[in-house]
């Protein structure tokens, strides 16, 4: 589905990411590790269409999308929770997820998932109607990945879902993010937090210092002691 | 970060800046003297005219650098600063007699008041430096475009008090009757003193903490950096110098008017700061060199002039167009101007290694 | 009592007028960190326009006021693509410094185009016919400026609550980018803040024209000096603080105009813009606004 090939993003003078390969199937979930300053962020961003690609190709379905912009991104089936979720604070509730299906024409679908998604996500139901930013920091990542789900996207890509959450809402999380894929979405999730994320992922990256330093299965990572040593470190929670 | 050095050798390094700065500040100069001495010795009179009435810009617009350049907030108030400076220096050194007729009814008995040439001059240069202080005390507490507007309300306040007291600034009848001290030597000497002073202030602890507060404001304070008294400094000193253009332009010219400090003077003089690049001291000699020979040709063109036999129209309001041209192309192509920051020194030295290593 | 009644409906029909300003340059700036300055123009835009109507024979009132409305929006929208769009993501003093730009280069241009004198316009001066209710004297202008401003103000509110682009408007003054990620176009948004504050600047400007009847090449200066000043009131960026802002204001000044013996009436704004500086000192974020934190949209 996206086939990231080559690609280097730059920012500024600096070169964040170099040379980097990476794909996601349709239905797959794939996760991409690494340390803080790793070139995470700034591959999804490349993705997205928020800073551009220095050198390589971003295909999603069989098309390059190198020159477009992020909205026309978006309207193709991508959509990133960022990372710090970026809930619109002065917006409630229901004015955020209202927004998240901004470019969608379909208002019967578009009702049709508000109320799935507020059934799978209660406590968004009962904060219906309060600002985003008056919800806790467990709430606030919730509404944010649902209100890139209100999209309807294909791609779902996730920032740093469980940054500064407490240990249980992050397990809560992460259930959730596995079961979207049950929906039939497909998901790049950026951790720091390997452990976690390699339960539920199907294949995984590893990025350090914008060199891709791992490419395999989920598997191989979490059941070899030695790579996971090698590339994340003991001490990464 | 420096506090596992000896306090020595700080000393040294800051004796080394202090001595780079003087020799930048030494290269500008000469570079702005330098076009004035050619326009002395070879330019006709009303070419020495337009040199004068470019160095007195020159010399505001280096006191809207030492504020706007380093503390990175746009500032409109300096004409009026300008024209405290004039006024001032106007109301002391106008000979008796003639105060009589122009301000009979002075408050504060300075009716009965004449000053030296030189005395008039510091006092009116002290009075705007305090306004300026005072107003300062309010315009730091506010940051960005609240400042900025801030600004504009300083100028329209202080034209608002010359238009309007009429006892002592004749409203929006001129002033006249100052001595004609200065001429364009005076305007060259004053000029490499500011840039001087412009010059050291950049490179300072002061000018270099509030350039790099600049950007954050709220970051420096929390870093401990006491931003306000920073600014407060560039703002008086500012200030100031615009008060000793004024104090010059009086000086030169004679007599004074309120309309000369307002607007069309700020305007004026912030394209040339922009243009320039207001990050540089040679940003502004640039800058006002620039646009005082453009806005000279255009004038030409204002007044209608015949071309290869043919009448063109009058084109009043041509100049001021073009200014906004100027700003808006200058913001849009290279906001930081023609120098983009840099001092005629800097790039010399540039040059100069760039030669030796082709060489 | 009468004479209270009459100058509180003139302080609120006053500040009405510094609202619907102050109101344009506050979506635009929360929207895209752009201080406006050239906004006063959009009332010599209004005004030049009506006064071209007129001398072409198109003096009709009922045709005057939708054209003026529709060319100050025009002008206002094609100003963001051809002037602020190269420095939106520039900082806001570069922002601020091109609108200085455009504000000269439209004030220059009536200047050539007409005249650098003033010119009447009388074209809405019927505006300004008198209603007695009972003892009180009105004019048609003062019901005008208060009810339309409220009107317009209601309607905002409805637009900014109610539709896909108003929330991303709002959600845009918290976080631009998350907006984009949302597949909102980050121009239609602006584009849409430009046409409003141009809608509410075209109004304003029908108004300024039918008090003052005639206009010159430099009209938009203290007005839009004004309307900043409102803003900074009532907090920049904030769209109640706008309103609140020019209404405060606008009492302020007619409270001068009343107090202020005759020979400092002259100096009434120099007044005005005294007294503010003196809340600013107390209160630097303005009227509603909270204090600045690290990492806030500042201006």
Redo the contacts between chains.
């Keep these: 589905m996206l086939e990231v090939d080559n690609v280097s993003v730059n920012y500024g003078a600096v070169r964040a990411v170099h040379s980097v390969s990476l794909s996601v199937d349709e239905g797959e979930i794939v996760t991409l590790l690494g340390p803080n300053g790793a070139g995470k962020t700034s591959m999804l961003s490349a993705i ?1 269409g ?1 800073v551009p690609v220095a050198e390589g190709t971003v295909t999603f379905e069989g098309q390059n999308i190198n020159r477009l912009d ?2 026309s991104r ?2 193709r089936g991508i ?2 929770t ?1 990372e710090g979720r ?1 809930v ?4 409630t509730v229901e ?2 997820l ?3 299906a ?2 969608r024409r379909d208002a019967d679908g578009v009702a049709r998932d508000l109320e799935t998604y507020l059934d799978m996500f209660p406590i968004l139901r009962e904060r219906f109607k309060q600002s985003g930013g008056s919800l806790s920091g467990g709430e606030q990542q919730m509404l944010a990945v649902v ?2 789900l209100m ?1 309807g996207p294909k791609l779902l890509m996730l920032d740093e879902p469980s940054l500064g959450l407490a240990p249980q809402i992050v397990d809560q999380i992460f259930k959730l993010i596995s079961g979207l894929r049950d929906h039939g979405l497909t998901l790049l999730v950026v951790e720091q937090n390997a452990q976690e994320a390699l339960k539920f992922a199907d294949r995984a990256y590893i990025l350090s210092s914008g060199n891709l330093e791992f490419a395999g299965t989920a598997e191989e990572l979490r059941t070899s002691a030695d790579l996971m040593k090698a590339y994340i470190g003991e001490g990464v929670s | 970060m420096d506090s596992g050095r000896p306090r020595r050798r700080l000393w040294h390094v800051e004796g080394a800046r202090t001595l780079r700065s003087v020799r930048g500040a030494t290269i500008i100069a000469a570079f702005a003297v330098g076009i004035g001495l050619l326009i002395m010795l070879f330019g006709e009179p009303y070419q020495v005219r337009l040199a004068v009435a470019a160095y007195i810009n020159l010399i505001l617009v280096l006191g809207l650098q030492i504020f706007m350049g380093n503390a990175n907030v746009a500032n409109l108030a300096h004409p009026g600063f300008m024209g405290l400076g004039a006024y001032l220096t106007s109301i002391f050194a106008v000979p008796l007699v003639i105060k009589k007729t122009l301000i009979p009814n002075a408050p504060f008995g300075l009716g009965e008041v004449q000053l030296g040439v030189v005395s008039s001059f510091v006092a009116a240069v002290s009075i705007t430096g305090i306004i300026a202080a005072l107003t300062g005390l309010v315009l730091v507490r506010l940051s960005g475009i609240a400042a900025t507007i801030l600004t504009l309300a300083i100028l329209v306040i202080i034209h608002g008090v010359f238009v309007h007291w009429v006892d002592l600034f004749r409203g929006t009848q001129a002033f006249y009757g100052i001595p004609k001290v200065a001429g364009i030597e005076t305007m060259m000497i004053a000029t490499a003193l500011v840039i001087l002073v412009a010059r050291l202030f950049k490179d300072s602890r002061i000018g270099v903490q509030l350039r790099a507060s600049a950007t954050n404001m709220l970051a420096a304070e929390a870093m401990g950096v006491n931003i306000r008294a920073l600014r407060l400094i560039a703002w008086v000193l500012g200030g100031v110098v615009c008060g000793i253009a004024g104090a010059l332009y009086a000086y030169y010219l004679g007599t004074v008017n309120a309309r000369a400090f307002y607007f069309h003077a700020a305007f004026l003089t912030l394209a040339m700061h922009i243009l320039g690049g207001m990050r540089s001291v040679t940003g502004a000699v640039v800058g006002v060199a620039l646009i005082s020979v453009a806005m000279e040709l255009i004038r030409h063109l204002e007044s209608g002039p015949v071309i290869l036999g043919a009448q063109l129209p009058d084109l009043f309001g041509l100049g001021s167009l073009m200014l906004g041209v100027i700003i808006v192309l200058v913001m849009c192509l290279r906001s930081d101007g023609l120098m983009g920051g840099l001092e005629l020194d800097e790039v010399l030295d540039r040059h100069w290694k760039r030669w030796r290593r082709g060489g | 009592m009468q004479y209270v009644a009459e100058q509180a409906l003139n302080a609120l029909s006053i500040g009405a007028e510094y609202s619907l300003l102050a109101l344009g340059l506050a979506i635009v700036f929360s929207v895209m960190g752009l201080v406006n300055f050239a906004h006063g123009e959009f009332l010599g835009v209004g005004g030049y326009i009506m006064y071209a109507m007129a001398l072409f024979g198109a003096g009709d009132i009922w045709m005057i006021l939708p054209v003026c409305l529709l060319t100050v929006v025009i002008t206002a929208v094609l100003l963001e693509r051809v002037a602020f769009r190269p420095v939106r993501r520039a900082p806001a003093t570069t922002g601020l410094l091109t609108a200085f730009g455009v504000a000269i280069i439209l004030q220059n241009v009536f200047l050539m185009g007409v005249s650098p004198r003033p010119k009447a316009v009388p074209a809405v001066a019927v505006l300004n016919t008198t209603v007695d209710i009972g003892s009180f004297t009105f004019t048609i202008l003062q019901f005008l400026e208060a009810g339309v401003t409220a009107i317009a103000i209601v309607l905002l509110v409805v637009f900014m ?1 109610r539709t ?1 682009l108003g ?2 408007m ?2 845009a ?3 631009f ?10 121009n239609r948004v602006i584009a849409t803040a430009f046409a409003i504050s141009g809608f509410l600047a075209g109004l304003a400007a029908i108004f300024f024209i039918a008090r003052r009847g005639a206009i010159d090449p430099f009209m938009g200066l203290l007005p839009v000096l004004k309307a900043f000043v409102a803003c900074v009131l009532g907090g920049f960026g904030s769209l109640p603080g706008a309103v609140v802002g020019g209404l405060v204001l606008g009492i302020l000044e007619v409270v001068l105009i009343i107090l202020l013996p005759d020979f400092l009436a002259g100096l009434r704004d120099a007044a005005v813009f005294f007294i503010i500086g003196a809340i600013l000192v107390g209160r630097p974020q303005g009227i509603l606004g909270k204090k600045a934190e690290l990492g806030d949209k500042t201006a």
């Design positions: 997205i928020l992020t909205e978006v309207a959509t990133v960022p970026h619109f604070a002065n917006l004015e955020n209202i927004l998240g901004a470019i209100r890139a999209s | 609550r896909k929330l991303a709002r959600a003054a918290h976080d980018t998350t907006v984009r990620l949302m597949g909102v176009r980050a």
